[in-house]
């Protein structure tokens, strides 16, 4: 039987957050309602953060409503606080990320938080979500090197990683915010959170600014993870990472695996319109 790996889609969130362009609600709803017929199980379609710091997730609400959900697939959205919780659930998403960094300096940058501060308002986020069986997934970030702090300690990744899985996220997706890591930095990261959480738990999600999305995923692959995030178009990036170019595109990392002789599950015609569609908007 044909071993599954399975593409989480990232481009209406991790895509879109850090484009410059004016990219209306119908434009994002659009792009979801096209991936929601690529095959994909999960789209992450926004984010519940401040307005005031990605200004580009402020419409996430009105995404949400204008989408035409399919019942099989899980649409995704970040919730920083409980006010992100709050909207999360007012939009009927259908899973919630909580996201956290291995680096002090990311933590401050992204979340205005130091990381023993994210972990508390956390907290309450996965109190109130076990309550309503919401599925919560967890992210690092910076999982190999911080655009601020430099290289990141493999084990300061592992226990991140094993608090977040501890508080309850079904499972925890390891960033490579910067695009910078290589396969051994990615490997000997991967070998300490092993030691903490099994790879069926844990997800990939490398930019790809240096080009070494791909072999990364391959370091992977041969530590036993079978997802992985990427973008259509290989769009985005994050805002509070200077430097840093957008996730590995979903079609390449798709048809990388295939050669592979994994299966994706994907059709990959509409996940070429997608990505067609994606880099318009990059352009806008
Ligand atoms: P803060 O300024 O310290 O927060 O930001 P605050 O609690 O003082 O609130 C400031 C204002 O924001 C207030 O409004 C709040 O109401 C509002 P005001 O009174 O000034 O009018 N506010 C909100 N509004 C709507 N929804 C909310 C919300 N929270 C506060 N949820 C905060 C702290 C966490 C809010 C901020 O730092 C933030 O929003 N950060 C998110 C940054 C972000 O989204 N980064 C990109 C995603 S992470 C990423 O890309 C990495 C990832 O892809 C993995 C990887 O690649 O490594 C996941
Ligand atoms: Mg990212």
Redesign the pocket.
């Known amino acids: 039987m044909t071993e599954t790996v399975e593409i989480f889609e ?1 481009g209406p ?2 895509g879109l ?2 484009e410059k362009g004016n990219i209306s609600t119908a434009q994002k709803v659009a792009l979801v309602d096209l991936l929601s017929d690529a095959g994909f199980r999960r789209i992450e379609v926004g ?8 200004p580009q ?1 402020a419409d996430s609400d009105e995404v949400f409503s204008g989408i035409t959900r399919r019942p099989n697939i899980s649409y995704g959205a ?8 709050v ?1 999360a659930v007012e939009a009927d998403a259908s899973e919630i ?1 909580i ?1 956290g ?1 291995a680096s002090e300096g ?1 933590s401050k940058a ?4 130091s990381i023993a501060e994210s972990l508390e ?1 956390f907290a309450p986020i996965m109190e109130k979500a076990r309550h309503i069986d919401m599925p919560v997934r967890g ?5 190999t090197d911080c655009p601020f702090d430099g290289p990141t300690s493999p084990d300061k990744v592992a226990e991140i990683a094993a608090e977040l899985f501890a508080m309850g996220c079904y499972e925890v ?1 390891l ?3 910067l695009g910078q890591g290589t396969p051994d930095s990615i490997s000997k990261m991967l070998i300490a959170v092993l030691k903490e959480i099994p790879a069926h738990r844990l997800a990939g ?1 490398y ?1 790809d600014t240096a080009g070494r999305a791909l072999d990364n995923i391959d370091a992977s692959l041969a530590l036993g993870l079978r997802v992985f ?1 990427a973008a259509v178009g290989g769009l ?6 200077p430097g ?1 170019a957008g ?1 590995v595109a979903t079609e390449e990392v798709a048809a990388h695996v295939e050669r592979l002789g994994y299966s994706t599950g994907l059709d990959m015609t509409v996940v070429n319109r997608a990505a067609e569609m994606a880099r318009g908007m990059r352009s806008a």
């Open positions: 990232m969130r991790d957050q850090n984010s519940f953060v401040s307005p005031k710091w990605v997730m970040l919730t920083p606080n409980l006010k992100g919780y909207r990320a996201f960094s990311f992204n979340l205005n938080m308002k992210y690092v970030s910076c999982v997706s960033g490579d915010t999600h930019h995030d985005g990036g994050c805002p509070y990472a840093a996730n």
